[in-house]
């Protein structure tokens, strides 16, 4: 079958069209014929030899499509389903995944906008309701609202009632307060810190000067949440704070969760960009990833 892969770590000129062979399926497993999947950050690091691994390595971490085969232990999902999962080597024509961690795609939402879910929906809901403890009315910060886990934070604090603050640029000003952010913060004309106070929680995808920041702009017991660096003890127990780091763990109930919320229009997939199944198209695609100005996600249509 027909992979989008690298044979060597480097720049998206190592995506290379490779012919693999089909997936096998264990007994909890499914087995998916890709219809699209997204692009993601750490998808560049694996490529750029970051993260180490095998190579030639298949790419990919999320997947949307149809079942073509379960295991003889899988009862939630039968061939003919449209699925979306967390998954792994999923730039290719099949992609296998655990059966706990596919779920069938609402009928209203298309196999682009669903393959824009699972990894990126599952962190924002994970770092806001089980890491962050998120409760109703609280003032949130997430950083980088625009991006691929941000704009999904974004809508997930305001189904919880939260107050919501936005860092991004002037042109996703309009874009943030369609989705409900009640104050959107130029990050390159204002300084958040000067201008936040007493906020509850805080999301933090960046790390580095902005973390350091987020500290001062929470009230005591707020919680920050990094998805990238381990927060400073010695300033948490200075201040009285909270702060962790995570890496997402993807559950179906979490993604039955979001995709009931999809179903109800609650939330919406953001998808600003997609690419062809080819060297080219995922080049391009990792390349627009790199430049850290995408708003929502990027998304590869392999049907």
Known sequence: MKSIAIKEFGSADQLKELEIEKPSIKDDQVLIEVHAFSINPVDCKR?????GGKLPMVLGGDVAGIVSEIGTNVT???????????ASKTYAEYARSRAEV?????????FVEAAAIPLAGQTAWEALIDKG?????EKVLIHAG??????LAVQIAKHYKAYVIATASEKNKEFLTSLGVNHVIDYKKEDFEKVVSDVDLVIDPLGGKSQEKSFTVLKKGGRLVSLVQKPDETKLKELGIVGII?????????LQKLADLLTSGKIKAIVSQTYPFTEEGVREAHEQSETGHTRGKIVIKVK
């Open 246 to 254: 995570f890496s997402m763990t993807p559950t179906s109930k979490r």
């Open 133 to 137: 403890q998120l409760r109703d009315n």
């Open 76 to 86: 939630n999902v039968k061939p003919g389903d449209r699925v979306f999962a967390n």
């Open 146 to 151: 625009a991006g691929g886990v941000g704009s």
């Open 102 to 110: 596919t779920v069938k795609i609402p009928d209203k939402l298309s």
């Open 47 to 51: 490529r750029s030899g970051k993260m």
